[in-house]
């Protein structure tokens, strides 16, 4: 009877965030030779991973605004040593969706004077097909029509969807020289257990190959990232534009390197297009984490009329709701506050997050469980849109809440 082959899991190992000075990089406005960029004022309107790739680093995160060129730059980065070394890499999206050909075909086609470059004129085009790209080669009939005259042998980057992986492993593909995962972060939905799935796709991907390097890329739509949990990244909130921030795994000589694109600003005549007073447009206009619009309550609300408090504790930030009786109907509020004293929370309501789920009935981690009559309340304040929030980011971190834990639509907020 053949052995039965051993699956060996992923290692997730936390990180220790590197003290100053290493903490922060002055930004550089030299651009490298392969970057096409235009510049604007002095400075180049699009994104060079020219300061974080000094760093050598195991896994660099990439975050910063709307079409900057992050991912362009990794794209144009792969090609390049795919010319040299014919070493191809693979790009990762979460759902399987985003990967037709539809939607992802045209990925490389920013880099087709590159290609033509330095392939000296062999090949003018790519094909997208079996979930890989390959350089080929088409030219003008005298028809008016176009034929294939010419294509690589060998993929320069395959595809992977990290919700569907399981059931299309295949066998091994070779070396490779990077792996991104593009739009890491997201204000939808997160898939169960993901970050886990995703070192497994790493696992398959990679196999036991050294020096490969990861990339994680996204837009800054949402500070709340179980990715920056599961991997030790502490300082998201307090990062600035321009700065890199150093991570070390454990007591290794590998490193995890997060930059915020530095926001140079677009034309005039694109930013003007977005220029309106609305939180969730400064993502475009200025560079800034994209943040929803939250009610506020209407006016200021009375202390002296609070029937029930209790508490939300999410990603080690603390939220304090009370139910105010305004107009004689109850409304929820929160508000941020101080985290509670371990003594003081055994009799209080809070909602926490499911892996810290203690057994306290007052504790939940789901709106649908209802013990006391209180929570009860709560609950239907929730769903009856009568709830307000102090400010946008006090709704954002109860979004996030609802949204990772109770898997309801940020709609019903």
């Given amino acids: 009877m053949p052995r039965k082959k051993q699956v060996v899991e992923p290692e997730i190992v936390q990180l220790e965030f590197v003290p100053e000075p290493d903490k922060l990089l002055p930004a550089e406005t030299e651009q490298p030779e392969h970057v096409d960029s235009e510049i604007i004022d002095g400075a180049s309107m699009y994104y060079s991973s020219a300061n974080i790739r000094k760093l050598d680093a195991l896994y660099n995160i990439v975050i910063g605004t709307r079409s900057n060129g992050k991912t362009y730059d990794w794209c144009r980065d792969v090609i390049t040593e795919y010319m040299q070394s014919r070493t191809p890499s693979a790009y990762i999206r979460r759902l399987d969706t985003m990967l037709e050909a539809a939607n992802i075909s045209t990925l490389f086609d920013p880099q087709l004077p590159l290609i033509k470059k330095l392939s000296d004129g062999k090949y003018n085009t790519i094909i997208y097909k079996t979930h890989a790209f390959f350089l080929a080669r088409y030219e003008d009939t005298k028809t008016g029509g176009r034929v294939k005259t010419a294509q690589d042998t060998k993929p320069f980057c395959r595809t992977y969807a990290i919700n569907t992986f399981e059931t299309t492993k295949g066998a091994d593909r070779g070396k490779v ?28 991907i990679v196999r036991n190959r050294p020096g490969v390097k990861f990339w994680l890329i996204a837009n800054t739509v949402n500070k709340s990232c179980p990715y920056f949990r599961e991997m030790g990244i502490s300082h998201i909130r307090d990062m600035q534009p321009g700065q890199i921030d150093v991570y070390r795994v454990g007591k290794t000589d590998h490193k995890i390197a997060i930059e915020y694109c530095e926001y140079t600003g677009a034309p005039a005549s694109v930013s003007e297009y977005y220029a309106f007073d609305n939180p969730e447009l400064r993502m475009m206009t200025a560079g800034s984490w994209e943040i929803a619009s939250y009610r506020h309550p209407p006016k200021k609300l009375g202390r002296d009329r609070i029937i029930i408090s209790c508490w939300l504790e999410f990603e080690d930030q603390m939220l304090q709701g009370d139910v105010h009786m305004h107009d004689d109907f109850p409304v929820l509020h929160w508000h941020p506050c101080s985290v509670l004293d371990p003594d003081a929370r055994r009799d209080k309501i809070i909602y926490i997050q499911a892996e810290h789920a203690d057994g306290n009935p007052l504790h939940q981690y789901t709106l649908r469980a209802r013990p006391t009559r209180a929570q009860d309340l709560i609950a239907r304040l929730i769903a009856e849109r009568k709830t307000f929030f102090a400010d946008n980011e006090t709704g954002e971190l109860f979004a996030n809440w609802a949204l990772q834990t109770q898997k309801i639509a940020r709609e019903a907020i």
């Fill in 177 to 204: 020289y990077s792996v991104c995962f593009d739009e890491f972060i997201t204000r939808s939905f997160y898939l169960t257990n993901e970050f886990v799935l995703y070192q497994q796709l790493l696992s398959t």
